[in-house]
């Protein structure tokens, strides 16, 4: 089993901050990848941030310059610095795996609950 938690959502004002956590935990062999999406209402889920185990990233247009995205391999958590918000960042955001659980296993994807982050104007 594998379990994706993250924390650190709210309400902000424009122009705030706020650091999203996402901790994996369970039958962990390695995790591929880890990354960040979200889901405003009445749109897609899309992509947010991607960072790979070599600490690779990719940002989506619309966040880059004020998102930055890590992780710490030790404690299976990555985090998702978001600076300078704006009311359109306002969506659920969700935590994204690419876990393998085996040597001999593939990678699979598991996803966290979402948090809620609201930037008012």
């Known amino acids: 089993q594998v379990q994706l938690v993250e924390s650190g959502g709210g309400l902000v004002q424009a122009g705030g901050s706020l650091r999203l956590s996402c901790a994996a935990s369970g039958s962990i062999f390695s995790i591929n990848a880890m990354g960040w999406y979200r889901q405003a209402p009445g749109k897609q889920r899309e992509l947010v941030a991607v960072?790979?185990?070599?600490?690779?990233?990719n940002y989506s247009d619309p966040v880059k310059g004020r998102f930055t995205i890590s992780r710490d391999n030790a404690k299976n958590t990555a985090y998702l610095q978001m600076n300078s918000l704006k009311p359109e960042d306002t969506a659920v955001y969700y935590c994204?795996?690419?876990?393998?659980?085996?040597?001999?296993?593939?990678?699979?994807?598991?996803w966290g609950q979402g948090t809620q982050v609201t930037v008012s104007s």
């Open positions: 994204n795996a690419k876990v393998r659980r085996g040597i001999w296993d593939q990678a699979y994807d598991y």
């Open positions: 960072i790979t185990s070599g600490s690779n990233t």
